[in-house]
């Protein structure tokens, strides 16, 4: 049997997992398979967290969700961040910083950082960021190639931007394109 290839908008709010072994979790959670009836032994390849939106790829060929998990394949992720991004912060992203990964600090390496002159076009999020009246915002454009554990949230954190909405807009050559929120397209092969 082929294997199946799939391409969502993971919306915020959902993990990125099919169920839980916790029942309090399994009660209180949104999952995956409640936005599609996905074949079984699909898995996602990477994760986005709770709080977390955009491009999420599910397969059911693990050889290729390994291959895309790789440090060969660029992610990119538009981040909203608290205040004006100076250059320096820029910068400091660019070059790497240094972020807490459980009990041990780690060094991200160099990204390709930009600031976004104007907010992307998303969907509008299902819960808002924030009001406007406690200052201003910023978007930037992120790409990296390693997937550390809330790893983007922790490097604006890390450079003095807390990150407000976070979007994975393109995994390799595969872009979110105009796909909306819990929208899942399959598609012929990842990669």
Known sequence: MPHRHFLLYKPYGYLSQ????????????????ELHPFPAGTMAIG??????????LLTTDGRVSEQIRSKHVEKEYYAQVDGLITDDALTQLQQ?????????????LPS????????PTLPPRGRSI??????????VSIIVTEGKFRQVRKMT??????????VRVRVGNIELADLQPGEVRELNELG
Do not use: C, M, N
């Not at 099919?18 to 398979?33: A, D, I, N």
């Not at 924030?130 to 978007?139: A, F, I, L, Y």
């Not at 954190?157 to 976070?166: I, S, V």
């Open 18 to 33: 099919f169920t839980s072994e916790f029942e309090r979790e399994q009660r209180k959670k949104r999952f995956l398979g």
């Open 47 to 56: 994760r986005l967290d709770e709080h977390s939106e955009g491009l999420l």
């Open 96 to 108: 790497g910083v240094e972020i807490g990964l459980r009990d041990v600090r780690y060094q991200t």
């Open 112 to 119: 390709q950082v930009r600031r976004l002159d104007e907010p």
């Open 130 to 139: 924030r009001s406007d009246r406690h200052g201003p915002t910023s978007w």
């Open 157 to 166: 954190a890390a450079a003095g931007f807390p990150t407000l909405r976070l």
